[in-house]
């Protein structure tokens, strides 16, 4: 059966391959993205600002730390959004995003 | 870990067992923040010998979508707290919400869950959360499932939200939203609603249900014996060209190696939708 990623070699491949198997994707960081955004934001479509491919945020490759949440691009890899939560805050970085379409709110019933 | 919390008065509802057809819109997008409620414990149901279903009566529920999960609070007599996601089961024309937690035994909550969780407990819980891994009939089919383990929880409530709809529709409707469901579990004693997608698969002949055991079949098993591969994928799913739904649901290497070989068959990566959930299949 083949891998989904091609497996790291190296010093850190053992790292690497247990973040892997921890990795989660953007549905799992649908409740912390709640508590700052009021529409859902696992169904809004981000672009990469590294490779310009563009997928729900649902999609995306999610590692949860201690320090925060990492959301990834399955892509290219890089970071397309970062959540870290202080006692007095919500850090928020988004600028591995180049946009975020957020799909309009359905009118009241 | 027991949830300390202050008794909250709320508004009485009388959850039922049964599930309810109603014509109930899909729930729409909140227009608030998602908040922590203190939800009831009405019932505590063995499903198998490690997964209970919790039973809850949530004060304010807005309703929910097949596919999302909520986020599950513990908070310790010292303040500590632990924070899980567990899918929704139920199907949302249910009256109660309904989780099963599936026991890891060195899970730090889940044990709590299946094991000290008592009817009129409380538990602190935040949803329905999420809107990519989500299905409803009116989004249409073929619908092609496939699930590791405790993965067959938000794939679940898609099949009950679907028997629920499709009840008094005629079989025009049926052949519209077609369901095949794969699921991989190790040992048949392990397999979560077992007689319930029995008796739905022998009700609905456009819904197929193959199971696969991945470690001690019963002697006389004639099913799959093998981890889901490209192969039983191969001949389980439709073909690419029928487009179907596809959601992907359990341990991370098996919901990635599922995917990834559904792509390979070549199927439209935008349709297969994923949800992991770590390395142990379900939360700790």
């Given at each position: 059966?083949?891998?989904?990623?091609?497996?790291?070699?190296?010093p850190?491949?053992?790292?690497?391959?247990?973040?892997?198997?921890?990795r989660l994707?953007?549905?799992?960081?649908?409740g912390?993205?709640s508590?700052?955004?009021?529409?859902?934001?696992?169904?809004?479509?981000?672009t990469?600002?590294?490779?310009?491919?563009t997928?729900?945020?649902?999609a995306?490759?999610?590692?949860?730390?201690s320090?925060?949440?990492?959301?990834?691009?399955?892509?290219?890899?890089?970071?397309?959004?970062?959540?870290?939560?202080?006692?007095?805050?919500?850090w928020?970085d988004?600028?591995?995003?180049r946009?975020?379409?957020?799909?309009?709110?359905?009118?009241?019933? | 870990?027991p949830?300390?919390?202050?008794?909250?008065?709320?508004?009485?509802?009388?959850?039922?067992?049964?599930?309810?057809?109603?014509?109930?819109?899909?729930?729409?997008?909140?227009?608030?923040?998602?908040?922590?409620?203190?939800?009831?414990?009405?019932?505590?149901?063995?499903?198998?010998?490690?997964?209970?279903?919790?039973?809850?009566d949530?004060?304010?529920?807005?309703?929910?979508?097949a596919?999302?999960?909520?986020?599950?609070?513990?908070?310790?007599e010292?303040?500590?707290?632990?924070?899980?996601?567990?899918?929704?089961?139920?199907?949302?024309?249910?009256?109660?919400?309904?989780?099963?937690?599936?026991?890891?035994?060195?899970?730090?909550?889940?044990?709590?869950?299946?094991?000290?969780?008592?009817?009129?407990?409380?538990l602190?819980?935040?949803?329905?959360?999420?809107?990519?891994?989500?299905?409803?009939?009116?989004?249409?089919?073929?619908?092609?499932?496939?699930?590791?383990?405790?993965?067959i929880?938000?794939?679940?409530?898609?099949?009950?939200?679907?028997a629920?709809?499709?009840?008094?529709?005629?079989?025009g409707?049926r052949?519209?939203?077609p369901?095949?469901?794969?699921?991989?579990?190790?040992?048949?004693?392990?397999?979560i609603y077992?007689?319930?997608?029995?008796?739905?698969?022998e009700?609905?002949?456009t819904?197929?249900?193959?199971?696969?055991?991945?470690?001690?079949?019963p002697?006389?098993?004639?099913?799959?014996?093998?981890?889901?591969?490209?192969?039983?994928?191969?001949?389980?799913a439709?073909p690419?060209?029928?487009?179907?739904?596809a959601?992907?649901?359990?341990?991370?290497?098996?919901?990635?190696s599922?995917?990834?070989?559904?792509?390979?068959?070549g199927?439209?990566?935008?349709?297969?939708?994923?949800?992991?959930?770590?390395?142990?299949?379900?939360a700790?």
């Amino acid at each position: 059966m083949d891998s989904v990623v091609r497996a790291p070699a190296g010093p850190t491949a053992v790292g690497e391959r247990f973040a892997e198997a921890l990795r989660l994707d953007g549905n799992a960081a649908g409740g912390i993205m709640s508590e700052v955004f009021v529409a859902d934001l696992t169904a809004a479509r981000a672009t990469c600002a590294g490779c310009g491919t563009t997928r729900e945020v649902g999609a995306l490759l999610v590692y949860a730390h201690s320090m925060g949440t990492v959301v990834r691009c399955p892509g290219c890899d890089g970071v397309v959004l970062r959540i870290a939560r202080t006692p007095s805050r919500i850090w928020l970085d988004l600028t591995g995003a180049r946009h975020v379409a957020i799909p309009a709110a359905a009118p009241p019933a | 870990m027991p949830a300390t919390s202050e008794t909250v008065s709320t508004a009485r509802s009388e959850p039922t067992a049964s599930p309810t057809a109603t014509t109930a819109a899909p729930a729409a997008s909140r227009a608030r923040p998602i908040a922590w409620r203190l939800a009831s414990v009405v019932d505590v149901v063995p499903e198998t010998p490690r997964a209970r279903t919790l039973r809850l009566d949530v004060p304010g529920w807005p309703g929910h979508r097949a596919g999302q999960h909520v986020d599950v609070r513990l908070t310790a007599e010292d303040g500590y707290q632990a924070q899980r996601s567990y899918s929704i089961g139920s199907a949302p024309e249910e009256l109660a919400v309904a989780l099963t937690v599936e026991r890891l035994d060195d899970g730090e909550v889940s044990p709590y869950l299946t094991d000290e969780l008592r009817p009129g407990d409380r538990l602190e819980l935040r949803g329905p959360i999420g809107g990519h891994f989500v299905w409803d009939v009116a989004l249409g089919g073929p619908l092609l499932l496939v699930a590791g383990g405790s993965g067959i929880v938000p794939l679940m409530a898609m099949l009950r939200h679907r028997a629920i709809v499709l009840a008094g529709a005629n079989d025009g409707a049926r052949h519209r939203v077609p369901a095949r469901l794969l699921y991989s579990a190790r040992r048949w004693d392990e397999v979560i609603y077992r007689d319930e997608l029995a008796r739905l698969h022998e009700g609905d002949p456009t819904l197929d249900v193959a199971l696969t055991l991945t470690r001690e079949p019963p002697p006389e098993w004639a099913g799959f014996r093998r981890r889901i591969d490209r192969m039983m994928l191969a001949e389980v799913a439709w073909p690419p060209a029928e487009r179907p739904h596809a959601f992907v649901c359990g341990p991370t290497p098996l919901v990635e190696s599922v995917a990834a070989a559904l792509v390979d068959l070549g199927h439209d990566p935008a349709a297969v939708k994923t949800e992991r959930f770590g390395p142990t299949g379900g939360a700790t």
